[in-house]
């Protein structure tokens, strides 16, 4: 909670309707770039971390709890100024959407989203920060405002088929990109599984958009249980990126590439409607980043849960094992301790493997020295880096001896007192 309420003071506006990207608690100097949207949904996600440890807490402090769901209803608020509306033809409509958009602008509603200027896993970060909001709070609204955004994000799902009348299948990084990244369908999947379960033993149904297998041309809708519609597409993104983007190292590379013969979007007509048509990718490209696979163990875990089929649960097992012998050097800067990766965004990336280990942490217990690695760290840290209240980006580095090099990326932060709830939950799970 200090970490949390300390991050809000250096990098939001003091009414909670700004988010800055960078702080030097050196300096004191903020810097004037605002945070893109995914940066200000990792602030939504700090609340909902300490929201379910406060809600564990064996002494319930009922006035933090209601404070922390008043920041929360600000925080959801706020997010408009990242809302924009836009006509998209995707695989199987046209259709008009309201959605979330990289970049904050300084109206409620009018931000730019057309094109690359939303993109499809800023929408499933929201998501996944909604239902867990919804779960806490019982608040309708998030419930509601999730599913318009899983509709969205499922209408980007590549519904043409191949020659064989099987869905080439897989979400683009947006509506205006072609190839297809870990991160715009591994995200998906928990959220899809949290929906079927939430409409478990429900009559609640849905319209499902598809293409004719026989012709493969012909768009269709058809009704379908709400619990039977969000499982079948958690089962099928699952399945979508463990067949092109699994690797040999047991992990997930970042994206397919390779777009034949360009990666420019192209439409087809079909019946005199216009369409998005596929476009083939044909090689996996890029890093293996730590929240790729995060997804995807928390997916799995998810999946064995509401199936009860075992190969989710073996999948997880070795994905866990896989990724902390490919992400987790040992005594590489500080002895008995682990160094995860801190370049770039990693420090936020690992924050989501280190939530699926957690998931699997009650079907396996030897994720449990994992799971002690990443409490060791942000600890080590806390005693001997802490300044003014925040962390440095490299937990077992500490700061850089130049402070004017010490700015500090704000969803760090917001990650770093996540770290901090995902672990208390842990340890209070586990007695």
Known sequence: MELLDNALRYYFSQDYSTMYRFYNPFTQERSREKASVWMYTSAIEAVNS???????????????????????EKLYDNADYYLGTFELTSFTQTNTWSVYAVDRV???GKARVSGIYNVYDDQMWLIRE????????????????????????LDGWDATRDENGKEYGGIPWGPGYVTKHACSNGPMISPLVWLHEIYKGKKDKVFERYIDTKDRKT??????????????????????QKKYL???????????GGCDPNCSIVYEEINGEKFRAHTALNKP??????????????????????????????????????????FAKPNLQVQNHYTFPHEGFSNWFNIVLLRGY???????????????????????????????GLLPSDLLGGWNKD?????????????????????????????
């Open 50 to 72: 300490i929201l379910k440890s406060l809600h564990q807490s064996s002494s319930q402090d009922l006035e933090t709890i209601k404070k922390y769901k008043n920041l929360l």
């Open 106 to 108: 300084n109206e409620k």
């Open 130 to 153: 909604l239902l867990d909001s919804y779960h806490l709070t019982k608040n309708e609204t998030y419930l509601q405002k999730a599913e318009y955004l899983t509709s969205y994000v």
């Open 219 to 240: 768009r269709k809708t058809r009704s379908i249980n709400k619990k039977d519609y969000y499982l079948a597409y958690a089962v099928k993104i699952y399945e979508w």
């Open 246 to 256: 699994l690797n040999d190292n047991g992990v997930y590379t970042d994206m397919m």
């Open 285 to 326: 490209i890029g890093k293996n980043f730590t929240y790729n696979s995060g997804t995807m163990l928390s997916g799995a875990v998810d999946l064995y849960r509401a199936t009860k089929k075992k190969v989710y649960l073996e999948e997880a097992k070795n994905l866990a094992k896989a990724s902390f012998e490919h």
């Open 358 to 388: 957690i998931d699997l942490a009650p079907f396996d217990n030897s994720v449990t020295p994992y799971i002690e690695a990443f409490h060791k760290n942000i600890a080590y840290s806390h005693v001997n880096f802490n300044y003014k």
């Open 403 to 431: 402070e004017a090099k010490n700015q500090v990326e704000g969803m760090f932060m917001f990650s770093f007192a996540t770290q901090w709830a995902f672990c208390d939950q842990f340890k209070k799970n586990k007695k």
